[in-house]
């Protein structure tokens, strides 16, 4: 598939990146995402300096994904137990 242009703004600077087209959506949703945790970490904290705001932004981002990379395995394993559960009922009645 033939990439396409886009433009995105992130805290105020903007960047041209050529992607896949099913990637537009979800570059764009990350963009805004990021913009708004700046903005709320300028508004929680008060500071203005867009280094130390991306890097607060980033650090929470990275909690996010790490607590959900968390439950996400624990769902698996929840998952795993209760599949040789199943498996280990249906070969009793077998």
């Known amino acids: ?24 959506g979800f570059l764009r949703a990350a963009a805004e995402f990021l913009n708004s945790k700046l903005e709320e970490k300028q508004d929680q ?8 705001l991306l890097t607060m932004a980033a650090f929470d981002i ?12 624990l769902a698996q394993q ?7 559960l199943i498996v280990e009922k249906l070969r009793k009645a077998e």
């Not at 904290?45 to 130390?52: K, L, P």
């Not at 929840?78 to 040789?84: A, Q, R, V």
């Open 1 to 24: 598939m033939e990439k396409i242009n886009i433009n995105l703004t992130i805290s105020g600077k903007n960047y041209s990146l050529r992607v896949d087209p099913e990637e537009e």
């Open 62 to 73: 990275a909690v996010a994904f790490l607590k959900l990379k968390d439950e996400n395995e």
């Open 45 to 52: 904290t008060g500071i203005r300096n867009v280094q130390d």
């Open 78 to 84: 929840k998952m795993h137990e209760i599949n040789s």
